[in-house]
């Protein structure tokens, strides 16, 4: 079986359309990025991916939903590695951002923009350390509220595009679903979202984020059976993010290269010893 190109066509050119339709709506409006409802916009954006999917898959394909998205919720050990990797991630790629010349450990979290000072009041009020407050809001709000942005997003990616590309194997799938999933966003930078003070280096951390993660969850996808695993994982790198930014002062243009970094490194520890590559074909 070869994949169907007119399908995966279809979905690509409506999804790209109807996000950042949405994105320029806003932006025209005089919405800003950093305001507080730009959360709510930027969580409808990420719904766009799943929502095409669904819709082409039932109303226009005719086909079912569930187990060919692998829309399952019941828990296995791949979830527990979707929840707890993240801040994994993020700790490791702050120790790296630290490494930089003139870079500052910030404890009071002044790398954090002022427009976040709602967000600084919530973490010290949990009366733990700023850094493991951090953490433990992130360990709350990956499965949960940003799951749910996140599951929107992956029911496309790792959902509709898994299955219609499941022929090119694991490598060529996860890679074209990621060089996919990187240009998506990359007009999302030209309309205000991201760091708007680098948004050069923004850019191609963004395109190197999505190529280098995109092989972790398309594993967690082909291990797990589940999508929802996949949208844990997403959820709570996008909910522990904020680590790598909070801690951290006059690190430059390129001070959360340690996220790419890091999961560079992840690649290479699960896929190069040949013991470790994916056993399982993936699901058609």
């Known amino acids: ?15 790209f359309a ?17 305001s507080p409802n730009s959360f709510a916009v930027a969580n409808a954006l990420m719904l766009c991916p799943g929502a095409v999917a669904l819709t082409l898959q039932r109303l226009v394909f005719r086909e079912p939903t569930l187990e060919p998205f692998g829309l399952r919720f019941r828990p ?37 923009p ?4 709602a967000f600084k009041q ?5 009366g733990i350390p700023p850094l493991a407050g951090m953490l433990l809001i992130g360990l709350a709000l990956g ?18 595009l898994y299955k219609e590309l499941a022929p090119l194997g694991f490598w060529r799938c996860s890679l074209f679903t990621g060089g996919l ?33 995109a092989p972790i969850l398309q594993l967690v996808r082909a291990q797990s059976g589940s999508v929802v695993a996949c949208a844990i994982l997403h959820g709570t790198m996008g909910s522990t993010r904020l680590v790598t930014v909070a801690f951290v002062r ?14 560079l490194a992840t690649n290479v520890i699960l896929f190069l010893p040949t013991e470790l590559l994916p056993r399982r074909s993936l699901e058609k």
Request: hydrophobic content about 55%.
């Open 143 to 160: 499965p949960t509220l940003n799951a749910v942005g996140a599951l929107g997003e992956e029911i496309g990616w790792r959902g509709f």
């Open 122 to 126: 919530q973490v010290v009020g949990t």
């Open 1 to 15: 079986m070869s994949p169907n190109w007119r399908r995966v066509a279809v979905f690509y050119v409506v999804t």
């Open 181 to 213: 999933w990187a240009l998506w966003h990359v007009p999302l930078l030209f309309e205000g979202y991201g760091d708007r003070d680098h948004p050069v280096a923004g850019g191609l951390g963004m395109i190197a984020f999505a190529l280098l993660l």
């Open 250 to 263: 006059d690190g430059g243009a390129w001070a959360n290269a340690g996220i790419p970094l890091v999961l």
């Open 18 to 34: 109807a996000t950042h339709a949405l994105s320029l709506g806003y932006v025209w409006a005089g919405g800003s990025w950093g």
């Open 76 to 112: 296995n050990r791949w979830f527990l590695f979707g929840w707890l990797f993240p801040p994994l991630v993020m700790v490791t790629a702050l120790a790296f951002s630290l490494l930089l010349p003139g870079a500052v450990f910030a404890p009071d979290m002044t790398g954090l």
């Open 114 to 117: 002022v427009e976040m000072s």
